[in-house]
């Protein structure tokens, strides 16, 4: 049984993009393996947060984990913050860090580029997620391709930590999904879908009730010529709506070419919408009774407990390595 760590930040409700390209893998991994699913709180606060909407987001991606289909009988989910190990390794690994690597991370340059004042930790948050991974035993960690470059930073730290001080630290597999890995936007489907995309036509979320699920989908951008047709790079569109169609019903990309190959994009995008109505349904009709009751604290407060006494072995073991405190 290999071990898995996942992280997802607490900022605004999740979409369809980040469900079929990652939590709905999830509920399939943690049936054979020992699976950590982290609400990255710490790493939110990288850019100013309204207090009391974080604490409302946090609790509420909680609930969407659960409503997915989390068993906190098979898997273990927790707050980043409620876990101190996390904050007290990624000050280590920030030690054992770079400048020059932290300011070639991609997104760094992307979030910084034009602005007078960012935040020191836009620079210094991926040793704190190669923290967050490095602290579980981590075997393989389940990204989109947008998250690769952190990761390999991560695999960096570890070996230069186990090089240089004590080899303690596995080094964590990447694993992208082949299919679903980047849900592209519905208005601009050259572009992955996000929850920090401005304009709410662009994406699903988890949220949305099913008026508006049908409203998105059937304004969504396709192109002139009516086929439907699998080519992202010459149908992007299209291609995008047969990906979440395909992921959402389970028929194969190429069932679902042969199925609307004379129908033209009106039924296509109708049927679309409902697949990813009966999808998210029963997920929304979970996340309120949860929201609404007293055992998501429970299941957090129990992940918690659980999480912390795995991550303090491993932060003592990292700090007996580089020499901390009294203890020979």
Request: hydrophobic residues 35%; proline residues 5%.
């Amino acid at each position: 049984m290999k071990t898995i760590f996942s992280g997802i930040q607490p900022s605004g409700t999740l979409t369809l993009g980040n469900y079929l390209g990652a939590m709905k893998n999830f509920v399939d991994l943690q049936d054979e393996h020992n699976c950590f699913f982290c609400i990255v709180d710490q790493h939110a606060i990288t850019v100013p947060q309204d207090r009391l909407e974080l604490r409302k987001n946090i609790k509420s991606l909680a609930a969407l984990y659960l409503a997915a289909g989390i068993d906190p009988e098979k898997s273990t989910l927790f707050i980043q913050s409620e876990v101190p190990a996390h904050a007290q390794l990624g000050w280590i690994m920030q030690c054992v860090s770079y400048i020059g690597e932290l300011e070639r991370m991609t997104q760094f340059k992307d979030k910084s580029e034009g602005k007078e004042a960012v935040s020191s930790a836009l620079l210094t948050y991926p040793p704190l997620m190669a923290a967050d991974i490095l602290l579980y035993k981590t075997d393989i960690v389940p990204v989109g391709e947008d998250q690769k470059q952190h990761l390999e930073l991560t695999r960096n730290l570890a070996e230069r930590f186990n090089h240089r001080y004590n080899d303690i630290f596995t080094v964590p597999e990447v694993k992208i999904p082949e299919v679903g890995a980047r849900i592209m936007s519905l208005n601009e489907p050259t572009k992955k879908m996000s929850k920090s995309n401005p304009n709410p036509k662009s994406y699903i979320s988890m949220l949305d009730d099913e008026k508006l699920i049908v409203k998105k989908i059937k304004s969504a951008v396709t192109d002139s010529d009516g086929e439907v047709r699998y080519d992202p790079d010459n149908k992007p569109g299209v291609s995008n709506l047969l990906t979440i169609f395909s992921l959402c019903s389970g028929m194969t990309i190429k069932e679902l070419e042969e199925k609307y190959k004379d129908s033209g994009y009106g039924v296509f995008k109708s049927e679309t919408a409902e697949a990813v109505v009966e999808t998210l349904k029963p997920i929304q009709e979970r996340y309120e009774q949860l929201m609404s009751s007293e055992e998501l604290d429970d299941i957090l407060d129990t992940g918690a407990d659980k999480a912390n006494r795995t991550a303090y072995k491993m932060l003592k073991k990292a700090e007996k390595a580089i020499g901390l405190g009294r203890k020979r």
